[in-house]
C-alpha cells in the first residue's frame, strides 16, 4: 500500500474520531444517536460490521441496532458476538481474533445499576492499523461517549420542563423582586452544560493524547496538558514497578535526575499514596485521615504549598501515579474528577506503549509473566490440567533415567556334540530313540538288520575251514606252492570273517555317554537301506551346555564382557534367571540376511537340570541408563539418520 493510502486512511479514522467526540454535544433523540455512533465506530476501526446489543438483568443478548443498516450476517458473526460479550470482565473493553485471524472489539457503554446494559461489538476490524492493545486502549475513551450524550440529554430535558414550570408558574407582583429560588434551574442548567462541555474537551484531549505513537512523548505531553490545564507550576508522572514508584516524566523538563535527592522524595510521596491506594492531597482537608509524611517531607525540602497526588487506575490495578504541584491552591472535587477520567481514559495507552518500547528481553520476561498470571487464574481448569500433564510427563521423558537393555537371542548349546553315522551299509531294522530322548551311557540307539551279515559269516567259517584243510593236504603232498596258496586263502577268508564279526558287532548302535539326542527321527525310515557313513543321530552331552546368545551388530558397541542381563525361555516368560556375558567372538556371522556377533554367557546359578540343547529364548544386556525419550524414540531417529543421511 502506497504511502498516501495509508495517509488518507490514517486522516479518515481522525477524522471518525473527532465525529465520534463531538456525538457527546449531539442534541437529537436517543434512537438517532445510536445509528450515528456505529457509524463513527465503524469508520474509525474500519470495521465491517458494528453491533448495538442490549440486556438486562437475567434476560438475553439482543441485537437492538447495527452499522451498516442492512448488513448481511455472515458465517459465525453471531456466535463469535456472543463469545466476546461473555469475555467481557468488570465492564472493560476487549478485544481478540478468531480462528480466521479477523480482530474484533466488544466495549460496554457505561450505565446505571439496574438500568439494561449496552455492548458495541466492532467485527472484523482493520488489522493493518489496529493490534489488541491500542484497540482497547482507543475502546477506553469511545466507550464514555453515550454516558455524556445521556448526560447532556437529561440536562436539556431537565431544563425544559423548568422552563414550562415557570411559564405556568403565576407572573410576580409588579415591584416585587426575582428571589434566588427562581433562578435555581437557570443555574443548574448552566452547571450540568459545563460539565458536558468539560466531559467534551477531556475526550477531545484524550484522543489527541492518543495518537502519540511512542511511551516517553505521551508521558511528557500528558504532563505538559495537565500543568496547562490545572494551572501547575509542575506535574510529574511515575511508573510502578511492582511495590515501587519511578519517576518517568516531569512536565517541561526533558532531562531529570532520577538518582537525585528531590527525585527520590518525590517518587516517595507517588508510594505513599500507591500504598494507601487513594488521591492524596497536601495540605491534608480537615476531618480526613490521611498519612501524608512523604508528601510532607517532599513539600518542606522543595518549599511547595500544595501536593495533588493521583494514582491512575486500569480496572483493579495502579499503573502510573501523577503529582500535581500548585501555588495557589490543592485540586477542588470537580477536578480530581476532570483528573481521573482523563487518567482512566489515556492509563491503557500508556500502559501499550510501555510495554512496546521495552526492549525485547523485558517484553518476553512480561508476556511471561502475564501468561503466567493467566495460568494461575481459577478459570479453565481442564486445559490447565492438561497442560500440567503434558509438561510433567515432558519432565518425566526427558529427565528420568530409565534402564536401557539390549535384545538378543539366545540358544542352549551343548559343549560336546557326537555325530553318530551307520557302521555299514544295511538296512534299519530297530530304533529305540526318539529325538530329545535322555540317554544313559551304554543304551542301545539304533540297530541294524544282521541276518545278512549272518549267512555272510556261515559262508566265511566255511571258506576258512576249506582253505585250511587244502593247506593241510598240499603240505602233506609236499606241494609247497600249493600250501602257500592256500594259506593265503586261508588267511583271507579269516580277514573278512573278522569284518563280518565287527559289523555285527556294531550293528547295534550304543551312547557312548550320557546325553540328549537333539536331530535324528528314525522310526520313520524303519526298513530304509543306509550306506556306511550316513547320519543316523546327534547326541548331546547334557553334562556340559552353555548358553549363545545371537547380538545384532547395531548393539554390540553396547555390551561388553561382562555385562549383566536376563533371558527367559520360550514358552516360560514368568520365569528368568540372570547371566553374565563371559566371550565375544571377534567375527561377525552372516545369516538368513542377518549380521549379528556370537556370545557366550554364564547362567547365575548353573543350568537346570531340564534343559536341553536346542532350547531358544530371549535376553536383554544391561546397557546402562538413559533418558525414557531416548529409550522410546532411538530406533526411529536411527532410521531417520540412517534414510536421510543426517
Not at 284 to 312: C, E, I, N
Not at 346 to 369: I, K, P, Y
Amino acid at each position: 500500500m502506497s504511502h498516501d493510502a495509508v495517509l488518507t486512511r490514517s486522516n479518515a479514522a481522525t477524522q471518525a474520531s473527532a465525529r465520534l467526540a463531538a456525538l457527546a454535544h449531539f442534541d437529537g433523540p436517543l434512537e438517532a444517536f445510536w445509528p450515528l455512533y456505529l457509524q463513527a465506530v465503524a469508520q474509525a476501526l474500519t470495521a465491517r460490521r458494528v453491533l448495538l446489543l442490549t440486556s438486562a438483568v437475567g434476560r438475553p443478548w439482543q441485537a437492538r441496532a447495527q452499522w451498516p443498516a442492512q448488513g448481511a450476517d455472515a458465517p459465525g458473526d453471531a456466535d463469535w458476538t456472543l463469545l466476546l460479550v461473555e469475555q467481557v470482565k468488570d465492564g472493560l473493553p476487549h478485544a481478540q481474533c478468531n480462528e480466521a485471524d479477523e480482530l474484533a472489539l466488544v466495549m460496554m457503554a457505561p450505565s446505571d445499576p439496574g438500568t439494561p446494559v449496552f455492548a458495541v461489538v466492532a467485527l472484523d476490524v482493520d488489522t493493518r492499523e489496529w493490534e489488541e492493545d491500542g484497540l482497547c486502549a482507543w475502546a477506553a475513551l469511545a466507550a464514555p461517549i453515550p454516558a455524556l450524550f445521556g448526560v447532556q440529554s437529561q440536562s436539556r430535558a431537565q431544563a425544559l420542563a423548568a422552563q414550562k414550570a415557570l411559564q405556568t408558574a403565576a407572573a410576580p407582583a409588579p415591584g416585587s423582586a426575582v428571589t434566588a429560588d427562581s433562578v435555581a434551574p437557570a443555574h443548574s442548567e448552566a452547571d450540568v452544560q459545563t460539565r458536558a462541555e468539560r466531559l467534551h474537551d477531556i475526550l477531545r484531549l484524550s484522543i489527541a493524547l492518543s495518537q502519540e505513537s511512542r511511551f516517553m512523548p505521551l508521558a511528557m505531553a500528558l504532563c505538559n496538558e495537565l500543568a496547562l490545564r490545572f494551572d501547575c507550576t509542575r506535574v510529574s508522572l511515575g511508573w510502578v514497578d511492582g511495590h515501587y514508584v519511578r519517576l518517568v516524566a516531569v512536565s517541561h523538563v526533558e532531562n531529570f535526575d532520577a538518582k537525585s535527592s528531590a527525585s527520590r522524595a518525590l517518587e516517595a510521596a507517588m508510594e505513599e499514596a500507591l500504598e494507601q491506594d487513594r488521591v492524596l492531597l497536601y495540605p491534608a482537608p480537615k476531618d480526613v485521615g490521611q498519612v501524608l509524611r512523604a508528601h510532607q517531607a517532599y513539600a518542606d525540602a522543595l518549599a511547595v504549598p500544595y501536593l495533588s497526588t493521583v494514582p491512575l487506575t486500569r480496572g483493579e490495578t495502579v499503573d502510573a501515579v501523577l503529582c500535581l504541584e500548585g501555588q495557589s491552591a490543592s485540586l477542588s472535587e470537580s477536578q480530581l474528577w476532570e483528573l481521573r477520567l482523563m487518567g482512566e481514559s489515556v492509563s491503557r495507552w500508556l500502559v501499550t506503549l510501555h510495554a512496546q518500547d521495552r526492549w525485547f528481553g523485558a517484553r518476553w520476561w512480561h508476556a511471561l509473566a502475564q501468561q503466567a498470571r493467566t495460568f494461575l487464574q481459577p478459570k479453565h481448569s481442564a486445559l490447565k490440567l492438561a497442560g500440567v500433564t503434558a509438561v510433567v510427563l515432558l519432565c518425566v521423558l526427558f529427565m528420568l533415567p530409565w534402564a536401557y537393555r539390549v535384545d538378543a537371542s539366545l540358544a542352549i548349546r551343548s559343549q560336546d556334540l557326537l555325530f553318530m553315522p551307520a557302521p555299514f551299509d544295511g538296512y534299519l531294522r530297530k530304533v529305540h530313540v526318539n529325538v530329545g530322548d535322555q540317554v544313559a551311557s551304554g543304551d542301545i540307539l539304533v540297530e541294524l538288520d544282521t541276518r545278512d551279515l549272518s549267512l555272510e559269516a556261515a559262508m566265511a567259517e566255511a571258506e576258512l575251514a576249506r582253505h585250511a584243510r587244502e593247506s593241510e593236504k598240499a603240505m602233506a603232498a609236499q606241494q609247497l606252492a600249493d600250501m602257500q596258496i592256500a594259506a593265503a586263502r586261508q588267511q583271507q577268508s579269516a580277514a573278512r570273517l573278522d569284518m563280518i564279526r565287527y559289523q555285527l558287532g556294531n550293528a547295534q548302535v550304543r551312547a557312548p555317554y550320557a546325553g540328549v539326542v537333539i536331530e535324528g527321527d528314525l522310526k520313520k525310515n524303519l526298513g530304509a537301506p543306509v550306506r556306511k557313513g550316513d547320519l543316523l543321530l546327534k547326541l548331546a552331552q547334557t553334562t556340559q551346555s552353555y548358553v549363545e546368545l545371537e547380538i545384532d551388530q547395531i548393539h554390540i558397541h553396547e555390551v561388553r564382557v561382562g555385562s549383566q542381563g536376563e533371558f527367559a525361555l520360550v514358552g516360560r516368560p514368568q520365569e528368568r534367571y540372570g547371566i553374565t556375558l563371559t566371550r565375544i567372538d571377534p567375527a561377525a556371522t552372516h545369516r538368513d540376511g542377518r549380521t549379528f556377533y556370537l556370545a557366550r554367557a554364564q547362567v547365575a546359578g548353573g543350568l537346570k537340570p531340564d534343559w536341553r540343547p536346542g532350547m531358544g529364548g530371549t535376553a536383554k544386556l544391561e546397557a546402562g541408563d538413559r533418558s525414557l525419550i531416548w529409550v522410546l524414540t532411538h530406533r526411529t531417529v536411527r532410521f531417520l539418520r540412517e534414510f536421510f543421511w543426517l
